[in-house]
């Protein structure tokens, strides 16, 4: 229901038409309904920038203590100390200082050789080939190598953890019961690496984890213990795969789609670093972060009660024309971005970005070297119908 206008605009994020091609909703709610209230699913929403860009550092007002997701808030359940990713300062700013400080995007940029290896491995039996999967061949094995190799995770392991993570990622839209036996920390999986690596330590995260000190809000200087380490390389694990999968998938569709754009990064690869921010601000990954209201507020000149839930379309923000000015539903490599909201805002903004960013910039130059031309088999290419929003497959011409 619209609050601040007569528009009947609907919007319900688990809608199967809406999750097919939401922007033309989203533009609507911009212009329509700035403040929305989903009367069936009880939830508000915001989708212009300002206001996302607004919300997302008042952690005060809009709290991740109860989860990021519509189902998991609603599910109301106790998330464990450690899950900083749906923690409040000060817990969550003890914690995330103790991973950043093992996390640095100097340590991240210093793997790119190596995530290049991994690229040129995926892709060369492509060559000569007529068609290769940015999903299947490229985004399903670059990523989980590269957290597995920084976490520790042997070879033979990774694409079972891959497989595992994505799974754990897929909640069913609109059902907070999928939630009330969620675990954040997938304990036998883990465990085993995490007890042979204190018995053998190596360079990787797991071993630094494991001898880091921190001081914990009550002031205790001390290590982490197992079951802090286990949730924290279960977030990575999760949140450094599938989201870098899914947008290796959209490179794919978009820059098929954008044949001029594409042969301008051919010929000029500097453009790369704004290319990859622009498709990441284009067809984000993740559409939306929701948070618990904890303290009546104002939004639009409507009053909203504590207790509630706010719905941030990050997406929809992304396409808002006062902020991607002439036209936010155009893709433009030499766009000046400024910030996108693809990798969140404020104290929970992504902690993998450099990582990201520098995994997908490889990906697309590798891809480039062999194969500057293609178009993209719509036909026989998967929408994920769950969690993120991406591609499970997407199949492209190349000969
Ligand atoms: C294209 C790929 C990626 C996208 C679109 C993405 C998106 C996001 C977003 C939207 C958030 C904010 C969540 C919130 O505010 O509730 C976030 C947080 C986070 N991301 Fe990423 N991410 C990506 C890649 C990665 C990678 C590669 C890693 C690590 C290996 C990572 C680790 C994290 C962590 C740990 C957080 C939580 C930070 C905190 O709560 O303080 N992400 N990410």
């Keep these: 229901m619209s609050l601040t206008t007569s528009s009947d605009v609907h919007f319900d994020p688990a809608d199967p038409q809406t999750h097919a091609d939401p922007y033309p909703v989203y533009r609507r709610l911009r212009e329509e309904a700035p403040l929305y209230h989903n009367d069936e699913r009880d939830f508000y929403v915001v989708s212009r920038f300002e206001d996302i860009d607004r919300g997302l550092v008042d952690h005060g007002t809009y709290s991740s203590a109860k989860g990021g997701i519509l189902e998991l808030i609603k599910a109301n359940i106790d998330i464990p100390s450690g899950v900083f990713i749906f923690e409040d300062p000060p817990l969550h700013s003890a914690h995330r200082g103790v991973l950043s400080r093992v996390f640095t995007p100097r340590k991240m940029n210093a793997l790119e050789g190596l995530v290049r290896d991994f690229c040129a491995s995926a892709l060369d039996p492509f060559v000569g080939e007529d068609r290769f999967d940015f999903v299947l061949d490229l985004g399903n094995i670059m990523p989980i190598k590269v957290i597995g190799m920084l976490l520790g995770i042997p070879e033979a392991d990774q694409q079972a953890v891959r497989e595992r993570k994505d799974r754990g990622m897929q909640q069913l839209p609109g059902k907070p019961s ?36 921190f001081e914990d809000p009550s002031g205790e200087v001390r290590n982490l213990t197992r079951e802090e380490i286990l949730i924290f390389v279960n977030i990575l694990a999760t949140a450094g795969n599938e989201t870098t999968n899914r947008l290796i998938g ?100 992504c902690l993998g970005a450099a990582l990201a960013r520098m995994e997908t910039r490889v990906a697309l130059d590798e891809v480039l070297n062999r194969f500057p031309d293609w178009e993209v088999d719509l036909d026989a290419a998967e929408l994920d119908k769950t969690g993120l929003r991406g591609w499970t497959t997407m199949p492209v011409t190349i000969g």
């Design 178 to 213: 999928e939630y009330e036996n969620h675990t954040f920390a997938d304990e036998a999986f883990f465990a085993e690496y995490i007890a042979w690596r204190a018995d053998h330590p190596s360079d990787d995260l797991m071993t630094e984890l494991l001898r880091v000190e």
């Design 250 to 349: 959209w490179i794919g569709k978009v820059l098929g789609e954008h044949p001029d754009q594409r042969r301008e990064l051919v010929d000029d690869r500097d453009l790369l670093p704004n290319a990859v921010e622009e498709i990441l601000r284009f067809e984000p990954p993740a559409h939306s972060l929701c948070r618990l209201i904890t303290r009546d507020v104002e939004v639009h000149g409507q009053k909203v009660e504590a207790g509630n839930v706010m719905m941030f379309v990050t997406a929809s923000g992304n396409r808002d024309h006062r902020a991607f000015p002439p036209d936010g539903d155009v893709l433009d490599i030499h766009r000046s971005i400024g910030h996108h909201l693809s990798l969140g805002y404020g104290i929970h903004f």
